[in-house]
């Protein structure tokens, strides 16, 4: 009988040691698998950081042009009359402007941080010097704005940039584990001894006063837990710990643990590890932090929000002294450091993050960023893009003029030369519902034909050609004169001339989507705001320009391409194209540009044309092309005018290269009135191109007294010459 209790003794303790060892291999196995999960799928989740374009600064740049002081304004650069200045600080005093550069995340594309010199000469730019290297440069790139953050997935927005651990100083690694886990490199996960200091303070105190959580606790409690003080989410914390510790390596976790921890707020965004910690508290990178700096950031971990220097710098200071106390007891720094450091008060710049009105073109870059996979080309999680914010904020502005009318409207810029998208204001449902416009939105393309000569030297007309206006005085006038007395009429008799099939092809060779119907009538499908800026974008490229797009234009001086986008060439000649632009020149403001026919490049162009819905508004010139589209039929079109012409960038931005005049064309000075060659007598001169062989070479002999009658003709077109 005792024989078998034995035995039946045996085979239950047996029986319950086989359980005990498969529930460990399910619980080793359910937190392999966890801390595997956690490892490598959670803990390689980034958040995509979108930043807009770096802007160039050139010498001979205008500052006023440029918004320069307002995009200082925007990225927190503070200005100072001191001498000595911080990163993310600027002075000026007299002719010399002196800018600290803060540390941008795009060092490998050429931006580059510490302080700058700039000579003025008013408010030009006389020349620009680098004071680390004493050298003098052509230009140098203004860090790209913030514009926003695509979360990583199941987590919600937040700026996290991360670093690899020999990119960390030695002296921030020795902060953080001195006060947050000073036996970390000889514990398995978790710290007995911690845990029974904390016990006893906390039960002498009758209150939780003290943790005793390691780093690789708090590492799995950021990560995978929430933050209750529950005996089961410790248990499972502990349990998941020890699991990390036993498959990972310390290196890997406490690389982990640094590009993961929370410090602080910018805006609305948390701040989460020691890089955007650098960058975002000191506009410094990780390897210029000195001993006091990297003494702060292991301060701020155990409080981000208590130990606010903006809020509580005494008692920031005072942990910050502490932890460089802690750095000489160990060796880690010499008497003569920790002096030096401990003397230096507590400068930190203010983190924010005011974001643009950018969420249609934020959804057009992540839409780009998944078909080209750009970031995990550059194995990075942050990108610039080509949005200029300052300018974007500049429109924003404009816009409000017109009240809710601005905010239902859609503004665009675009550099034509690389088809970048400057700015791009959109409804707040962005849903193009609207139409295309009318042929008299397109004047320029759809007059192109009657320019284009069938033959060598043979044009259907010249800006010079005299044209006919009906009425009580009728007399005869210059084309350009015609066009901007009558314009509809005009285009309507040259679809006549010249056949609806020739205008159609031109339109369709700027990629506007048009058809004859009804045997001369032409129809023009709806086209979206981005693809009528599209067609401009190539008439102010004079028949050359890239597909509009998103990317970051290349950081170049002469710049030849962009990412993967496609090039647009039209069949109309340049030589062409230059003289139907002349047709729409904003000529009141163009006057300064009657000596030199290269300045004709960038004198600015400009069509107002309504349709049934809405009033388009176009401006351009070589190096911008700008479009507004407003939703409303009862708007003064000179309100539209006046509005996109102040948009347009200036044409004096960026360098004037590619400034050449198109083969096969002469120029002439001519009277507006006559349209023949100018007399000294001719109160209004305008300088005019022509096709070689074509020019007026006939003086004008008009009296011009006559001239205020012939302001007050009837409007309507009757023949070519």
């Known amino acids: 009988m005792i024989y078998k209790n034995r035995n039946s003794l045996r085979l239950f303790f047996r029986k319950l040691f086989m359980c005990l060892l498969v529930c460990t291999a399910i619980v080793m196995a359910v937190v392999s698998g966890v801390v595997v999960w956690t490892f490598e799928i959670i803990l390689q989740r980034w958040p995509l950081i979108v930043f807009g374009a770096p802007i160039t600064i050139r010498e001979g740049d205008n500052l006023t042009d440029l918004q320069f002081y307002s995009r200082l304004a925007r990225l927190g650069y503070i200005r100072k009359d001191s001498i000595s200045l911080d990163p993310g600080e600027w002075m000026q005093s007299g002719s010399t402007l002196k800018i600290i550069l803060r540390h941008s995340p795009f060092t490998d594309e050429g931006i580059i941080d510490g302080p700058i010199t700039l000579s003025m000469d008013g408010d030009s730019i006389k020349s620009i010097r680098l004071m680390r290297s004493l050298q003098e440069v052509k230009h140098f790139y203004l860090e790209p704005e913030l514009l926003g953050v695509f979360p990583a997935k199941d987590r919600t927005p937040e700026l996290c940039i991360p670093a690899k651990l020999d990119q960390m100083p030695l002296l921030l690694l020795n902060s953080v584990l001195l006060t947050e886990d000073n036996r970390f490199y000889t514990h398995a996960g978790i710290d007995i001894a911690s845990i029974y ?207 809710d009318l601005g905010q239902q409207s859609y503004v665009i810029i675009v550099n034509p030369e690389l088809g970048s998208l400057l700015v791009y204001l959109t409804p ?213 005018r006046k509005t996109i012409l102040e948009i347009l960038p200036s044409p004096n931005l960026g360098p004037q290269k590619n400034l050449s005049i198109p083969s096969g064309l002469v120029f002439r000075k001519l009277c507006d009135e006559s349209g023949l060659r100018a007399t000294s007598t001719c109160p209004k001169i305008t300088l005019e191109p022509f096709l070689t062989g074509t020019q007026p070479e006939e003086w004008c002999s008009l009296r011009h007294e006559r001239s205020q009658k012939t302001e007050n003709r009837p409007k309507q077109f009757i023949q070519p010459r």
């Open 197 to 403: 200091r904390a016990i006893i303070s906390n039960v002498q105190a009758g209150r939780y006063v003290q943790g005793a959580s390691t780093i690789t606790q708090q590492l799995i409690r950021m990560t995978l837990l929430n933050p209750e003080k529950t005996l089961g989410r410790k248990i499972t914390e502990i349990t998941l710990s020890l699991g990390a510790e036993a498959i990972y390596s310390k290196e890997t976790i406490l690389e982990a643990y640094l590009n993961r921890v929370y410090l602080g707020q910018a805006g609305s965004l948390p701040i989460l590890g020691v890089c955007e910690a650098a960058r975002n508290f000191f506009g410094k990178s990780l390897d210029q932090l000195d001993a006091s700096e990297c003494a702060l950031i292991a301060a701020i971990i155990r409080a981000p929000n208590v130990l606010n220097p903006f809020r509580h710098p005494e008692r920031t200071r005072a942990r910050r002294n502490m932890i460089l106390g802690l750095l000489l007891k160990h060796g880690k720094i010499s008497r003569d450091v920790y002096e030096e450091e401990i003397a230096k008060p507590v400068r930190m710049i203010r983190p924010s993050f005011s974001p643009p009105r950018a969420s249609a073109f934020l959804e057009m870059a992540r839409q780009g960023l998944q078909r080209n996979d750009s970031g995990a080309q550059r194995n990075r999680n942050f990108f610039s893009t080509s949005l200029d914010v300052a300018m974007q904020a500049y429109s924003e502005t404009k816009m409000r003029r017109l009240g």
């Open 428 to 640: 707040i449902s962005d849903k193009w519902d609207g139409q295309g416009g009318n042929i008299g939105l397109f004047p320029s393309i759809a007059l192109a034909p009657a320019f284009t000569p069938r033959r060598a030297n043979d044009p259907l007309y010249t800006l010079a050609s005299q044209v006919t206006l009906d009425g009580p005085d009728a007399s005869r006038m210059a084309f350009t004169k015609a066009f901007s007395l009558s314009q509809e009429t005009l285009l309507s008799r040259i679809t006549e001339v010249i056949g609806p099939a020739r205008i159609v092809d031109a339109l369709n060779d700027f990629r506007i989507r048009a058809k004859v119907v009804n045997g001369s009538e032409i129809f023009i499908q709806a086209m979206t705001p981005l693809e009528v800026a599209q067609s401009y974008s190539a008439l102010a490229g004079l028949g050359s320009t890239w597909l509009i797009n998103c990317e970051k234009p290349p950081i170049s001086v002469n710049p030849t391409q962009t990412n993967g986008a496609d090039k647009i060439r039209v069949s109309t000649p340049e030589a062409v194209i230059f003289i139907v632009n002349s047709l729409t020149r904003d000529r009141a403001n163009s006057q300064d540009m009657n000596d030199n026919p290269k300045k004709l490049l960038l004198s600015p162009s400009c069509v107002v044309d309504r349709d049934k819905t809405g009033v388009w508004g176009v401006a351009y010139h070589r190096n911008a092309v700008a479009l507004a589209r407003i939703p409303s039929t009862s708007i003064n079109p000179k309100l539209v």
